[in-house]
């Protein structure tokens, strides 16, 4: 499996993902998790069926946001602990890099097992990830056949 991961790392294609995984490699303090880590199974397997993560494509940007109102509305910080900010950078050639560093949420890693079920039945389940790929198809970020296969891929894990 790690053979295949870095031949398809070595690729041009995820050249984008793995230059924002080495930047937020070991960023997210000790005792917390970061959404993008936590969604990579998803960025590979979207990109497995040829939907590449680019400065168009940031689905944590999307995940994190509904993962924070979530957060809110359910008051987790008194569950879980407080949830605190981290330093996460974008690759210079990202239009987001013009405002690094960036300062996501970071999440108290006790709360990584609802974080996972939420994903699994809130965010995919309930079609919240449809719905953020649909976006992309409609402002043209998107081709829908890649669209369609990348959907595809991701409800057969």
């Given at each position: 499996m790690t053979a295949k991961i870095d031949e398809l790392l070595s690729t041009e294609k995820w050249r984008q993902f793995h230059d924002r995984v080495s930047l937020t490699y070991n960023s997210v303090p000790n005792g917390y998790f970061g959404i993008f880590k936590e969604i990579a199974d998803l960025i590979v397997t979207l990109?497995?069926?040829?939907?590449h993560i680019d400065s168009g494509f940031v689905p944590d940007i999307s995940v994190g946001q509904a993962w924070a109102a979530h957060w809110k509305k359910g008051t987790l910080g008194g569950i879980y602990g407080e949830r605190i900010k981290f330093e996460h950078n974008y690759p210079d050639y990202f239009p987001q890099a013009?405002?690094?560093?960036q300062e996501p949420w970071c999440y108290p890693e006790i709360a990584l097992g609802e974080f996972r079920r939420w994903f699994r039945e809130t965010y995919v389940g309930e079609g919240k990830l449809q719905t953020y790929i649909e976006g992309k198809v409609r402002d043209k970020s998107l081709p829908l056949s890649f669209a369609q296969l990348a959907l595809a891929a991701y409800q057969k894990e």
């Open positions: 990109g497995q069926a040829g939907l013009a405002s690094n560093p």
